[in-house]
T-cell receptor, first 115, second 114 residues
């Protein structure tokens, strides 16, 4: 079946430092699945951070970027300079069908940013 | 904007009990989902529904029933709660039928079985 592997947390980083959360995937049904990063901030529900549905393209949101790399089957999430408000749990996910059949999520990476 | 409301927020049950979780969305979305999250694990799909009265099993459907009698609501039943079970159940919805659609999540129901 499908699988998503991401950086095991927790990850701690100081404010203004860079952050990278690795994500690699394996999709069984289609060559180029849809890829997502979801985030849960403290006290809030899970929400979409960014998505990329075309291989080779980059998505960005709130200063975060992720590039869909079909050669390495990766979708790493990066931010050049984090803020304390970026403290959250980040989930990489893939959609392996053209039609909605649910997403496959990674285990999540808890990120804590300290001032 | 819209909202997904899950009730109850906390559910405490006894071993063997049948328990029902409810989810309502006012986005007018076609597709709804139930996910389960255990501590230290990712979200796992239990059931999804692409329209009213449609039900599709996910990887974790054994031990659960679901019902979608209206477009706006999707309920999940734990048919026989397992002792010491603890998990968070997340309901989500998406517009349309494509997997590229954004999922909108509720805040979850936390289940504890004594």
């Amino acid at each position: 079946g499908d699988s998503v592997t991401q950086t095991e947390g927790p990850v701690t980083v100081s404010e203004s430092e860079s952050l990278i959360i690795n994500c690699t995937y394996s999709a069984t049904s289609i060559a180029y699945p849809n890829l997502f990063w979801y985030v849960r901030y403290p006290g809030e529900g899970l929400q979409l951070l960014l998505k990329v549905i075309t291989a080779g393209q980059k998505g960005s949101s709130r200063g975060f970027e992720a590039t869909y790399n079909k050669e390495t089957t990766s979708f790493h999430l990066q931010k050049a300079s984090v803020q304390e408000s970026d403290s959250a749990v980040y989930y990489c996910a893939l959609g392996d069908q053209d039609y909605a059949q649910g997403l496959t999520f990674g285990l999540g990476t808890r990120v804590s940013v300290f001032p | 904007g819209g909202i997904i409301t899950q009730t109850p927020k906390f559910l405490i049950g006894q071993e063997g009990q049948k328990l029902t979780l409810k989810c309502q969305q006012n986005f007018n979305h076609d597709t709804m989902y139930w996910y389960r999250q255990d501590s230290g694990k990712g979200l796992r799909l239990i059931y999804y529904s692409i329209t009213e009265n449609d039900l599709q099993k996910g990887d974790l459907s054994e031990g659960y029933d679901a019902s979608r009698e209206k477009k706006s609501s999707f309920s999940l039943t734990v048919t026989s709660a397992q002792k010491n079970e603890m998990a968070v159940f997340l309901c989500a919805s998406s517009q349309g039928l494509r997997s590229a659609e954004t999922l909108y999540f509720g805040s979850g129901t936390r289940l504890t079985v004594l």
